[in-house]
């Protein structure tokens, strides 16, 4: 989600996807070569200590063979919250999982995940509001939003103990759910999870530069990002650049297909996509460095997976170790793949799950006693 991840600037990089040292990481790595533009596409496009430390090769053909949620132009299923429409999908009974997409995605980004997983559990899978099917509404978005959202999900939906997987933004949103339900969050399964760690530098830095930014350089710098996003946002949503876009984050891109790509176009074409797309990129980017990684793992008491795309140009395995010696009831599973590995190596992502689901959740064959 940048220019090159060394040209980006770090307001915006550190926000989404982590601490210094990553974006250090991925510079070495060299593996973020994309123009300033790039950054704005993939807002479009774009979850006791035990180790469980193993690196998986990716498989070209990994996705062949595997069940495939059907595509619905008119989406699944429906739920008012807050008199705004949020759409979901649900499948399979059990013990219930609620995955939540990341920036920009939608519910159909688990496409090869809800199949697989709906075989011994309850899967829900829900678009944030602003992004998929659910409404593109006209508010000041905050990680608060998304939060007060799923914790409403799982009261008034699932309406029983449930375990949180989110990728990207989804994983942090599902990191400040939990810890928001102590009690009906059993676990939480973060794949490249967006947020970053406390710096307190950096927050001395901004306090300096507050006010100059609030009456000088702010109203010059809004009317010239309407202006530049606007064009961005247009450019943005076309068939072609979504896909060069995702082909940038897939380390193997043969599961960016056509399917992938109009659940995103088709959201990208309501009405208000261009007016939400606008504030999540200038408002939200700016409001998350209120809530960091450590201060909501520090209210966590559920057990914690880590599945991570080790070969993500946004976000690498370091931040993963971070979370890990921070957070001790962690569990971790390196993959060999970009920063949405249950789409790009679904076989692998759903055998993690199942195996850590098997130690947490009842047995498959006593749920439906």
Known sequence: MSTSCAALPNSVRLELFGNKSFSRLHHQRNRCRLRRRDFVLKGIVATGASAVASTVAADPSQAQGLEKLPFEPEGYNYWTWRDRKIHYVVEGEGFPIVLIHGFGASAFHWRYNIPELAKNYKVYALDLLGFGWSE??????????????????????VKEPAVLVGNSLG??????????????????????????????????????????????????KEIFQRIVLGFLFWQAKQPARIESVLKSVYINAANVDDYLINSITRPADDPNAGEVYYRLMTRFISNQRKYTLDSVLGQLSCPLLLVWGDLDPWVGPAKALRIKEFYQNTSLVSLQAGHCPHDEVPELVNKALLDWLSTITPAPSLQSL
Do not use: C, H
Not at 182 to 190: A, F, S
Not at 196 to 204: H, I, L, V
């Open 136 to 157: 593109k509404a006209l508010i000041e978005y905050d990680a608060l939003v998304w939060r007060d959202q799923v914790v409403d999900f799982m009261k008034e939906i």
């Open 171 to 220: 994983g942090f949103t599902a990191l400040v759910s939990a810890a928001s339900l102590q009690e009906q969050v059993k676990g939480v399964v973060l794949l490249n999870t967006a947020g970053q760690f406390g710096d307190a530098s950096t927050a001395t830095a901004e306090s300096e530069e507050k006010v100059l930014q609030k009456f000088v350089l702010k109203p010059l």
